[in-house]
């Protein structure tokens, strides 16, 4: 919901204007899942270290502590 928020005031505000948004870890994972809502407002998406199994990430942080 946030994601989507701020996207559509950008979009509003910056109307001549490419927009894109740029998720890193888990950033790729809230982007493909506002994607639906927010497709039609941005231009571009670049992600890295595409999160596909959040269970896995939260495993490794559990055996760090």
């Known amino acids: 919901m946030d994601l989507d928020a701020v996207v559509s005031t950008v979009s509003k505000k910056f109307s001549d204007k490419k927009i ?12 493909s899942r506002a994607y639906p809502s927010i497709k039609d407002k941005i231009d571009f998406i670049i992600v890295e270290g595409f999160v596909t199994d959040v269970m896995a990430i939260v495993d490794r942080y559990e055996k760090l502590n």
Request: aromatic share 8%; charged share 0%; proline share 0%.
């Open 20 to 31: 894109g948004i740029w998720g890193m870890s888990m950033g790729t994972t809230i982007t």
